[in-house]
Structure formats: C-alpha cells, structure tokens
C-alpha cells in the first residue's frame, strides 16, 4: 500500500525556517508527481510545490524564492525548506502524490496525514 508520512512541522518565529520532510513508501514505479499542499485558516487547501513526474519542480505564490523543494532520487524522501517564514505561511501542510498527472493536481489519491505549521509575529 502507498504511504506518505509527512513530518517536521512545528512553532517558530517569523523570519525563521522550517524543514518539512515526507517519506514515500509503496509506489511500484517513480512516474508519479510528489509536493506539498497547505491549509491555512479559513482559506482552501491550496498548492505550495511540487516534484512534477520528469523531476522538475514548481513553486505557486509566495513559496516562490523563499521554499525548496527536493527529493532523494527514487521520490522516497520528498524535503520541503521553508525560509523566511511569515505569519501567513501558517496552516496544515500535506504531502500528496499524484499518479494520474505529470504534476500536483491536487486531486491525487494519494495524501499523508498534515503537519502544523504555526509562524509567530
């Protein structure tokens, strides 16, 4: 069975960094995207990066310039850098695969349990 479990999350001042990792278990080829989603609250779940299934990457918004997004070379292990943080990066990140596209649908089957991220004024 496919297993995402997502890890790392935590309380930290704004300016500061975080690093989000996600470990991949149960996929039988490595043609599938990989990334990082966020709830934040009263928003909807919304897409921060991406590992598209050629191994680019993406970045939406203001992740971009300030997250990084990396894996090992077979997806196991999928890191999410945070830097700069902002109060407003605050909310539940996921990691979701997606087998069905190229790149982070958001429609995936496949999603770890969320990690809290809390940035402080």
């Known amino acids: 069975d496919v297993q995402l479990q997502a890890s790392g999350g935590g309380l930290v001042q704004a300016g500061g960094s975080l690093r989000l990792s996600c470990a991949a278990s149960?996929?039988?080829?490595?043609?599938?995207?990989i990334g990082w989603f966020r709830q934040r609250p009263g928003k909807d779940r919304e897409g921060v990066a991406c590992i598209h299934s050629d191994g680019s990457t993406s970045y939406v918004g203001s992740a971009k310039g300030r997250f990084t997004i990396s894996s090992d070379n077979a997806k196991n292990t999928v890191v999410l850098q945070m830097t700069s943080l902002k109060p407003e990066d605050t909310g539940v990140y996921y990691c979701a695969a997606d087998t069905s596209y190229w790149y982070c649908s958001g429609r995936g089957d496949y999603w770890g349990q969320g990690t809290l991220v809390t940035v402080s004024s």
């Open positions: 149960g996929f039988t080829s490595d043609d599938y995207a």
